[in-house]
């Protein structure tokens, strides 16, 4: 059984175009986290931690703006160019941090600059990789090529920024840009291998307009929805928390406990590890009865748990980051299926890309708030700002969905105001 799972899993990976397109994926992803580690512990080591805030800004704040103008060009051009051209932009960017250190120092303000173009082209592989897999895999097979391609990101994420941290103290922060480079490099060229059949079931070969209808319809069923609006809000208050710890972890290494960027590379590590077995868990657990309330519950422990940084031993530290990364990998994943249910078919890929760019532009707005306060000496002030943050909107959830079955949050049955009625029609447009 678990064997005959296991392959329908990986089946995809069979396909030569598939594997080629995720293993470059999955590559420059886990360059991408090593990266943003070793500018973090470049900014310390040039500047001070509100120079950590600047940089937490620009990689994360031009988000908001490249998600409104990638969008258009994936869907008007061959997205194969489109992201090859990310690869050579942001592999020439990194590239240029190791190449200045080879002639003299380092100045802040061209990691800032990295750091930005980084966080502009940021939504070019998160679009275009899972818009390509119609024309890569059967119909079949979608299911399993969309989970390998969340996995991908996912341990990009966890893995990247511990790798990071553990080749900093051995090559040094700007050898590992250069690393980081040849990862775009090698995605690049794994692209340009990748060949979309004639005839796919995806324009991602041919010339399109974007689809009709703008934002606004958007705009409106966002603000009709209680069930979206609650997610968006809610996550975009978690992320801004998450923009605090984000520069709080590096100054903990740097200023609060010993070890250096041995001791980040620990943190990175853990929390990393965290986020994977939240994963592993969401995966293995079934919807509840009760989602949104599991959502506003996961949230509120995680959001709890951040006050244990409070505490002046690392240990403690660690479990506190341990429980908080433990537990929100499984709030994402149980929203997931109400996003999908809810949003109508037509509306799907425009909605969801403005949700994401919604709770993406609070993490800046958290970067922002931290550095100035950690530069101050009030790290006491960031982790209570920080744990509000994250956990009133948990509990706000808990409150409001107490009582709301699984089927009203689908849309499936008549609910409150706050989740209006919803066709089944649309709820089974997934």
């Not at 966890?158 to 922060?173: C, N, S």
Request: net charge positive; charged share 10%.
């Amino acid at each position: 059984m678990h064997r005959r799972l296991m392959r329908a899993c990986l089946a995809p990976l069979r396909l030569r175009d598939y594997r080629l397109l995720w293993s470059g994926a999955m590559l420059s992803q886990l360059g991408d986290g090593a990266t943003w580690t070793a500018l973090t512990w470049l900014a310390l080591v040039h500047g001070n931690a509100a120079a950590l805030g600047v940089l937490g800004i620009c990689y994360t704040a031009p988000v908001i703006a490249g998600g409104f103008l990638v969008g258009p060009l994936l869907d008007r051009f061959d997205r194969r160019a489109v992201l090859v051209a990310d690869c050579v932009l942001r592999g020439v960017a990194v590239a240029s941090i190791p190449a200045v250190a080879a002639f003299g120092p380092v100045r802040l303000w061209q990691l800032y600059l990295v750091a930005a173009v980084y966080g502009l082209l940021k939504i070019v592989p998160l679009g275009a990789v899972p818009a390509m897999l119609p024309d890569l895999v059967p119909q079949r097979a979608l299911a399993a090529a969309s989970a390998l391609e969340s996995m991908s990101l996912g341990v990009g994420r966890i893995l990247g920024p511990a790798v990071g941290g553990l080749l900093i103290p051995l090559v040094g922060g700007a050898s590992v840009l250069l690393l980081d480079a040849a990862s775009y490099l090698a995605f690049g060229l794994a692209v340009l291998a990748v060949r979309v059949p004639r005839g796919g079931p995806g324009p991602a070969h041919t010339v399109r307009s974007a689809p009709p209808g703008g934002w606004r319809p958007v705009v409106a069923l966002l603000r009709g929805d209680g069930v979206l609006l609650a997610i968006t809000v809610g996550f975009g208050l978690f992320n801004l928390a998450m923009g605090m710890l984000m520069v709080l972890e590096p100054w903990f290494a740097h200023d609060r406990f010993p070890g250096g960027a041995h001791t980040l590379g620990l943190i990175l590590a853990l929390s990393g590890g965290a986020n994977l077995a939240g994963s592993l868990a969401a995966g293995a657990v079934p919807p509840s009865d009760r989602q949104m309330l599991r959502i506003g519950v996961l949230q509120a422990v995680a959001g709890a748990s951040l006050l244990l940084l409070l505490a002046g031993d690392l240990p403690v530290v660690l479990i506190g980051l341990v429980l908080c990364n433990v537990l929100s990998t499984p709030m994402t994943v149980s929203s997931q299926v109400l996003r999908l249910s809810r949003i109508p078919a037509g509306l799907r890929g425009r909605t969801l890309t403005l949700m994401r760019t919604v709770m993406n532009a609070t993490t800046p707005l958290g970067a922002a708030v931290a550095g100035p306060l950690l530069a101050a000496g009030a790290h006491q002030a960031v982790i209570v700002l920080m744990t509000l943050a994250a956990a009133l909107p948990g509990l706000w959830l808990v409150r409001a969905y107490r009582t709301t079955s699984f089927g009203a949050e689908l849309g499936l049955v008549p609910t409150s105001p706050a989740t209006p009625v919803r066709s089944a029609r649309d709820a089974h447009h997934v």
